[in-house]
């Protein structure tokens, strides 16, 4: 069974998220997480930004009522931009949101449209984590479902896409054949 993010950890709490994502150095200071060294405030602070706006709306996509304003509003284009984060927590949730997004047929037509496909595939290429990649894969899936779109998910590679998961993951085989 693959993991998915449950009530609980879907929720942020910042002390406990700087503090597992290295944010905060040996004495509570704030640091730059992409440089050994020190960091500035404004790195931590854009960093924090950008997780609480990948968890809100994954959260956000989990409500099936929140679909239409969310397609509307283009959150299906901020989750993309957000996922290129290099940042492992900010792209769990941008993983949660694309699998969630999937569920509900007008943010899956929306992501079809934003050409969503080559950031899913970066993602299961840069990530390791069984939860992101399992998130991914059941997004790929969902987005196999939408009527008419058929086409365009062969155009953008969804087939290289499965293989690659398939190929990076291999306990994710079943689900995906």
Known sequence: MLNTLSDNSASFNEKESFNEDGLNDTDGNLRNP???????????????????????????????????????????RAIIVLASEKVERINIFCAGAFRYMSEQ?????????????????????????????????????????????????VEDSIVLCFMNLISQHQDLHSACC
């Open 105 to 153: 047929p007008v943010l899956a037509e929306k992501m079809v449209d934003e050409k969503c496909i080559s950031v899913i595939s970066d993602m299961i290429t840069n990530s390791s984590d069984d939860f992101i990649c399992g998130n991914l894969a059941i997004c790929l899936l969902n987005l196999t479902r939408i009527s008419g779109k058929e086409w365009q998910l």
């Open 34 to 76: 992409f440089e050994t060294g020190g960091g500035n405030e404004d790195d931590v602070t854009e960093i924090s930004s950008k997780l609480y706006c990948a968890t809100a709306l994954c959260n956000w996509a989990r409500n099936p009522s929140n679909a239409n304003r969310l397609a509307k509003e283009g959150a299906v």
